[in-house]
């Protein structure tokens, strides 16, 4: 935990916003500019790995649904996509009775 993080939380545990209010507001948009900055500065870098020679065709939409993929790659190991394509499968299967 970060400095200005375990300030803010000693603020917040002692209640003392009310004391310090705009320290309070300070703190907290500090915080969350850090989140901001670092998943933009991510994104590009991600942006950056994937186009490349190789994919210097790709549209635009489809690289940034790609880069998309890549940056949220830790939330797309959590998805079961046998269950996904099982569904799809079923709801598009064209069944003709004899």
């Known amino acids: 935990m970060g400095a200005e993080q375990l300030l803010y939380t000693t603020l917040v ?3 003392l916003q009310s004391t310090f209010p705009n320290v309070e507001i ?7 500019l850090m989140c901001t900055n670092c ?19 790709m549209t635009s939409e489809r690289l940034s649904d ?3 993929l890549s940056i949220e790659s830790e939330l797309l190991r959590k998805i079961h996509f046998d269950d996904i394509l099982d ?9 003709v009775y004899v």
């Open 87 to 95: 569904d799809v499968a079923a709801r598009k299967a064209r069944k």
């Open 66 to 68: 790609v880069a998309l």
């Open 13 to 15: 545990d002692k209640r």
């Open 39 to 57: 998943s933009s500065e991510q994104s590009f870098s991600k942006m950056k790995l994937i186009k490349n020679r190789l994919r210097a065709s």
């Open 26 to 32: 300070a703190l907290r948009i500090y915080l969350v």
